[in-house]
């Protein structure tokens, strides 16, 4: 069974591959859930910022970049824990805000250096908390390695940057006081189930075959009734929690590989919170029938209402495979299973049905790289609609009465459909 695997962002992330360590790829923090499990490597590539004299903060090491929006006031803080406890792990950090823009930082409202071997803490760990009270401290050994923690107002927004200054361990962060976040859009897809895989038959008979699949079929499964949220499908993980390289056209996607995992992000248009999740595209080496009913309708006979009409195979093909390629597909008609697997009797171009109303017939199909598949198709023969007339009189009076007037056709509608809702009229 292929597997759809569910990735609750900010519950467990590994950042490393992901490069969040400039302000415009910065992290949005969704739900006040725990990081856990989080890698900053590498500096920067863009100076956002410009430290003042005296700053606690120098420069971008190994970093990353969390933005938060508040949902309700209150006061924030975290604890920042590296998974290596040695001293000589030391993580600093700056918070900038509550207008600050990538483009606008400002000087940070909360920084944080202390390097813990030189200040002789009993722990590596640093944050903001509402037992400290200086909003700045560091480098080297000054500070215990928290600042005060932020009294915060709904509809604000700040910017984190972690900085591993030295050692090199993953960490987490757990989110401290009253104030909340908005939470990312829901999945409701249980783990480990393949209610998103998608799967087509190649018809084409080529050994790496290519199709084309519609990924929005999921995209109604994905919301599931939610508001104001945009899916998007991408190729790579790391593309879709950064919202890069999304597939232009996902109604019309070929795979490159069968499988293939592709990852659609839902995004809250106005939160910018988002949440992300795997699916497989596969294409099948077992032929199947996109449709195995067809209606067609009586003939204009004598009895147009007998249920029996000649049925053109050649018109049943192209109504059950709809515009796919079937150069290298072989298609044979028989009017039972039997004579199908036997291969005798086969039916061509044309042919009466001698059951009235509903005729079943078997195909068999196969090509060379696909097995062989035998499928009932029902072809429902439909009576014609009663014939009626009408007539319709208008007066001419005109003063220069010529038997030209204008005639409103619709009038004729009633009768001529003997008010069935089901019929509609055409006039030529």
């Known amino acids: 069974m292929n597997r759809v695997k569910i990735f609750l962002f900010l519950l467990i992330i ?107 803490l009993q722990n590596n760990t640093t944050g903001m908390t509402g037992q400290d009270y200086d909003t700045s401290e560091g480098p080297e050994e000054k500070g215990n390695g928290f600042v005060s923690w932020l009294t915060v107002t709904a509809g604000q927004s700040y910017y984190i940057v972690i900085d591993r200054f030295s050692g090199n361990t993953n960490f987490s962060i757990q989110w401290t006081g009253t104030a909340t976040f908005d939470d990312p859009p829901r999945i409701n897809v249980q783990p480990y189930s393949d209610v998103l895989d998608l799967e087509k038959v190649d018809y084409s008979g080529e050994t790496n075959p290519s ?55 839902i995004t809250n248009t106005k939160t910018g919170c988002y949440n992300w999740i795997s699916f497989n595209i596969k294409v099948s080496d077992k032929l199947n029938f996109p449709k195995t009913t067809i209606n067609i309708c009586d003939d204009q006979d004598s ?86 007339s009408a007539i319709l009189v208008q007066c001419d009076t005109d003063q220069n009465s010529n038997g030209l007037v204008l005639f409103n056709l619709k009038e004729a509608n009633s009768v001529l459909t003997n008010n069935n809702p089901d019929l509609e009229t055409l006039f030529f």
């Open 211 to 265: 199709v084309s699949f519609d990924l929005t079929k999921n995209t109604s499964i994905i919301v599931d009734n939610q508001t104001d949220m945009a899916v998007t499908y991408h190729t790579t993980s790391n593309d879709a929690i950064l919202n890069l390289n999304a597939i232009q056209n996902p109604a019309d996607f070929k795979n490159t590989t069968s499988p293939q995992t592709l990852y659609p992000r």
């Open 14 to 120: 590994s950042l490393n591959l992901y490069g969040q360590n400039d302000c415009k790829d910065a992290i949005f923090v969704c739900g006040n859930s725990g990081f856990q499990g989080i890698s900053a490597t590498g500096a920067g590539q863009i100076a956002e910022y410009s430290p003042s004299e005296g700053s606690c903060f120098s420069a971008e090491n190994n970093s990353l970049w969390l933005k938060l929006y508040i949902k309700t006031s209150g006061t924030l803080g975290f604890i920042l824990r590296p998974e290596n406890t040695s001293l000589d792990v030391d993580f600093d950090f700056l918070v900038f805000g509550p207008t600050a823009t990538c483009n606008s930082l400002g000087q940070s409202i909360r920084c944080s250096s202390t390097n813990p071997t030189l200040a002789k």
């Open 303 to 388: 009895n147009s209402t007998d249920g029996k009409a000649q049925i053109n195979l050649d018109d049943i093909t192209a109504s059950i495979f709809e515009n796919q390629n079937l150069q290298n597909l072989t298609l044979k008609y028989y009017l039972s299973r039997n004579d199908a697997e036997t291969e005798t009797n086969p039916l061509s171009g044309t042919f009466s049905n001698s059951i009235p109303f509903q005729q079943s017939i078997f195909i068999k199909a196969s090509n060379k790289t696909a097995s062989v598949a035998i499928q009932e198709i029902k072809v429902f023969i439909n009576p014609l609609p009663e014939i009626k």
